[in-house]
């Protein structure tokens, strides 16, 4: 049975994105291998499955799963590309859409330039940083930030004190390393994803201020590896940089692929017709069609 897809990127992030609501899918782990290879298949990041929600808090539902097969939690350049692809396929008239992750409710708030979706903005909810059922502390006090044996390890306190790196889960779990040597993402970032201290993996952020004040980053993303560029990536970088001081509450966060915008918002707020939540923060960035096809499910 041939199953048609749109494929979409966020900055560079590439998906699969499947509408199940019209096309279910039986084995989707199987598919995201499959069609993710960037020889024998479409290639891919991974695939992502837009359905209806089960819950009447949320219009919509996302699930990912990544290039290995594995079940990620939530994709923030993913959900933005949900949103332009619903909007301009004329599945929803919304500007403002609720979509079900396993992270919970995001709101996604469109952006329209002469009726199409220009930008997104995701509400991604608050950071966390002492998840232990992403974050073992008792294992991961000391945690390398290179395999380099002079260079500094890394301690994965949030506090911002000294230059140790940070831990922060943005709904899945990052641990953002702030170094001159952004390079070092291949090589120590497939290390660390597997390090004792995150017993589900990690995604990987190796981050320079640069002098005009962004924020250059590079991703090791857990189940799929390097990226263009990783939403939730992003935001957990902007707050390790507000932690340690690097930055203030708004950033732009320039990855392989493209810019995001974050802030982490300071106090409650409203704007363009939308409230703004303290402490939660807000990703804005593109959205894009890339190709249309079918393929077989494997």
């Avoid at 509400?123 to 998840?131: I, K, L, Q, Y």
Wanted: proline share 5%; glycine share 12%.
């Amino acid at each position: 049975m041939k199953i048609p897809f749109t494929k979409m990127h966020g900055c560079g992030n590439d998906y699969i994105y499947v509408d199940v609501m019209q096309h279910p899918i039986a084995d989707p782990q199987a598919c995201a291998i499959a069609w993710s290879d960037r020889h024998k298949g479409i290639g891919s990041d991974g695939l992502v499955l837009i359905g209806r929600s089960p819950i009447v808090e949320a219009d919509y539902s996302m699930r990912i799963f990544n290039a290995d097969g594995s079940e990620a939690m939530m994709c923030g350049n993913a959900s933005r590309c949900i949103g332009k692809y619903l909007y301009e396929k004329g599945i929803t008239e919304k500007t403002e859409i609720r979509l079900l992750t396993l992270s919970g409710v995001k709101h996604l708030y469109l952006h329209l330039a002469e009726g199409r979706v220009g930008a997104v903005t995701v509400d991604m909810g608050e950071p966390v940083f002492n998840d232990e059922t992403l974050f073992n502390p008792a294992i991961g006090q000391t945690i390398p930030s290179s395999l380099q044996l002079d260079q500094e390890r890394e301690s994965p306190s949030p506090n911002g004190e000294g230059r140790g790196g940070v831990f922060v889960s943005m709904g899945n779990p990052h641990y953002v390393i702030f170094t001159d040597n952004i390079d070092q993402v291949g090589a120590t970032g497939r290390i660390l994803e597997h390090h004792p201290a995150f017993p589900q993996r990690c995604n990987i952020e190796f981050a320079q201020v640069l002098p005009d004040e962004r924020i250059r980053t590079r991703v090791w993303e857990r189940g799929s590896g390097i990226t263009e560029a990783c939403g939730t990536g992003a935001c957990a970088t902007g707050v390790a940089a507000c932690l340690q001081g690097r930055s203030g509450r708004t950033s732009q966060i320039v990855m392989d692929g493209g810019t995001l915008g974050i802030e982490w918002c300071e106090d409650d707020r409203s704007a363009e017709g939308h409230v703004f939540q303290k402490n939660h923060v807000y990703m804005t960035g593109p959205a894009e069609f890339v190709f249309d096809g079918e393929i077989e499910c494997p």
